[in-house]
């Protein structure tokens, strides 16, 4: 009987990269409206892994440490959104998406002076429009109701009427993303 003995060294498997993958939801959110972001689907086959967010597009990862994140944009556009995940060895896989941030309508509204006018008498309408993107508004009235909105651009508006009766007007107001609302009022002379 012959016996030896030699010493073996075992490796252990080379560390396999983490996978980063994140979703979001809503998948057409609007300006101001709360958007969640899941990075649960981000895997590691040797264990656990840790999050790290960008989500305000400075590529610094400090705007959340979950696997789950929530973010409002506070104007309309593409925003670049980023998940880094690191496995215990150190290694890091980063997944990045495009977040479309839809522009919101403005409102169209207005009141006019007098309350109550005389024929011959300037009525002085002013606009009291809002926009929930607090963009900055254009101005368009139809003062003679002939579906043209011709008669004025400003925030304020004069017309007087030569006729006693039901007058309609309205106003018309467009953001810079090209949404637009118009406000109809009737006017007693």
Same mark, same amino acid.
């Given at each position: 009987?012959?016996?030896?003995?030699?010493?073996?060294?075992?490796?252990?498997?080379?560390?396999?990269?983490?996978?980063?993958?994140?979703?979001?939801?809503?998948?057409?959110?609007?300006?101001?409206?709360?958007?969640?972001?899941?990075?649960?689907?981000?895997?590691?086959?040797?264990?656990?892994?840790? *999050? %790290? #967010? +960008? /989500?305000? &597009? !400075?590529?610094?990862? =400090? $705007?959340?440490?979950?696997?789950?994140?929530?973010?409002? @944009?506070?104007?309309?556009?593409?925003?670049?959104?980023?998940?880094?995940?690191?496995?215990?060895?150190?290694?890091?896989?980063?997944?990045?998406?495009?977040?479309?941030?839809?522009?919101?309508?403005?409102?169209?509204?207005?009141?006019?002076?007098?309350?109550?006018?005389?024929?011959?008498?300037?009525?002085?309408?002013?606009?009291?429009?809002?926009?929930?993107?607090?963009?900055?508004?254009? *101005? %368009? #009235? +139809? /003062?003679? &109701? !002939?579906?043209?909105? =011709? $008669?004025?651009?400003?925030?304020?508006?004069?017309?007087? @009427?030569?006729?006693?009766?039901?007058?309609?007007?309205?106003?018309?107001?467009?953001?810079?993303?090209?949404?637009?609302?118009?406000?109809?009022?009737?006017?007693?002379?």
């Amino acid at each position: 009987v012959a016996e030896t003995t030699q010493e073996v060294t075992v490796s252990p498997p080379p560390n396999r990269l983490p996978t980063a993958s994140f979703n979001y939801a809503p998948t057409s959110p609007v300006v101001g409206e709360q958007v969640s972001f899941d990075g649960s689907g981000s895997s590691d086959a040797e264990g656990p892994i840790g *999050y %790290a #967010w +960008d /989500l305000d &597009n !400075d590529r610094s990862f =400090d $705007d959340g440490t979950g696997a789950h994140a929530t973010r409002s @944009f506070s104007s309309p556009g593409d925003k670049i959104v980023r998940l880094e995940v690191t496995d215990s060895a150190g290694e890091k896989d980063t997944a990045t998406k495009t977040v479309t941030v839809d522009n919101r309508a403005p409102v169209a509204d207005f009141n006019f002076q007098p309350s109550a006018p005389n024929v011959g008498e300037d009525v002085i309408f002013r606009s009291a429009s809002s926009d929930p993107d607090n963009d900055q508004l254009r *101005y %368009a #009235w +139809d /003062l003679d &109701n !002939d579906g043209t909105h =011709d $008669d004025g651009t400003g925030v304020t508006a004069t017309r007087t @009427f030569a006729s006693g009766g039901t007058k309609t007007v309205k106003l018309r107001v467009r953001d810079p993303g090209g949404l637009e609302s118009v406000r109809t009022e009737t006017v007693y002379v």
